[in-house]
């Protein structure tokens, strides 16, 4: 079956294919709105988290590899959502409005950088490299 669509005040129309015929068209809209962020998420770790580059064979070492690489994608997401203004909208029904994955990997890498000179500094034997180099960051 196939169900054509297009939004309101648009030109261009979509076309979506299923095998479920007995679905009218509205059902079949629905459950590809709810898939659409499912296709994204792979996309997005087959991009930038590395999905699809594993070099294990065998079912079990795939399988380890999937759930790496969708924590990872877990814990961008957290970092995103932990930001301030992530969460400030309040409609239930709107889901956040969250920066690319460039982005959120970005964001810990400077989380992780910050961690970094703060440890620096509180040792006893580091501490005028990590004020050091907090001196030349904040520049």
Known sequence: KLV?????R????????TNE???GAKRVLSHYVNRWPIEVLFKE???YLG???????RYRGVDRYLHLVLIANLLLTHLAACQPGAQAATDPDKPLDLPSTPAKQDLLRNKLWDDMIHSLEKGSRNRRV?????ELVSL
């Open 130 to 134: 990590g004020k050091k180099l907090k």
């Open 21 to 23: 015929t007995r679905w």
């Open 45 to 47: 770790s087959k991009q």
């Open 51 to 57: 999905l699809g580059d594993y070099q294990v064979l």
């Open 10 to 17: 648009e030109k261009s129309w979509i076309c979506m294919a």
């Open 4 to 8: 054509f669509s297009q939004r309101p």
